[in-house]
């Protein structure tokens, strides 16, 4: 369990599980920088992060920029959106008669990833909704505006034990200040960090010798 002074930012699992070293750089070295498809990620959130804007229809409330916070993972953030069903097994809300089931909606400016780093996220902001409103929950939704697809995401055992383990090993690196060594991939010049991180120089201190003298040495 971890301390509300110590908690991390939750949006930094899914950069952590993407590149150990993007986050490190990011969030312990205060390194960051805006490139096209971050400013388009930002635009997505603005227009869903309204915490002000509630709709209610028949059997159903939307509730955008939720803080939520996991003294088990150590991590707190804000959900893109949440959706409160109407159901017998739900919880009780505020100013609202009978129970209610929350579902989660995370989105994102792409499409459906290989990995699960999207699926973390989602995971991590279920734990923080289970332990804030006292309630287990067995799937959330990912939004991916490139595709305009709307992807169910099962919140398995084994989702759950990587999701905690993956936030253990952030606290970890925060508390060391520990920055991984670079590992350059194809998709390394789409980083926005791109420029301060120089994977191809920095991936072997070898490499950087023969930047700077030419040779091999």
Not at 75 to 95: P, R, Y
Request: aromatic share 12%.
């Amino acid at each position: 369990m971890y301390v509300e002074d110590d908690y991390l930012m939750l949006s930094g699992i899914q950069h952590f599980l993407f590149c150990k070293r993007q986050w490190a750089l990011i969030h312990i070295e205060q390194i960051w920088s805006e490139n096209i498809y971050t400013s388009q990620g930002q635009i997505i959130h603005q227009k869903v992060d309204q915490p002000f804007i509630k709709e209610k229809r028949r059997g159903l409330i939307l509730s955008r920029a939720m803080d939520v916070s996991s003294c088990q993972l150590g991590l707190s953030g804000t959900l893109d959106l949440i959706e409160f069903h109407k159901a017998e097994e739900g919880v009780e809300l505020e100013n609202r008669s009978g129970k209610w089931q929350p579902v989660i909606v995370e989105y994102k400016r792409g499409k459906k990833k290989k990995y699960a780093y999207d699926e973390v996220q989602l995971m991590a902001q279920g734990i923080c909704i289970e332990e804030n409103l006292s309630i287990k929950l067995d799937y959330g939704y990912l939004y991916y505006q490139q595709t305009d697809t709307r992807e169910r995401v099962d919140f398995t055992q084994d989702l759950r034990n990587l999701t905690i383990k993956s936030a253990q090993e952030m606290h970890d690196y925060y508390r060391r200040k520990y920055i991984p060594p670079a590992e350059y991939f194809k998709n390394c010049r789409l980083c926005s960090i791109y420029e301060e991180c120089r994977p191809r120089l920095t991936k072997k201190s070898k490499n950087i010798q023969r930047y700077i003298y030419g040779a091999e040495l």
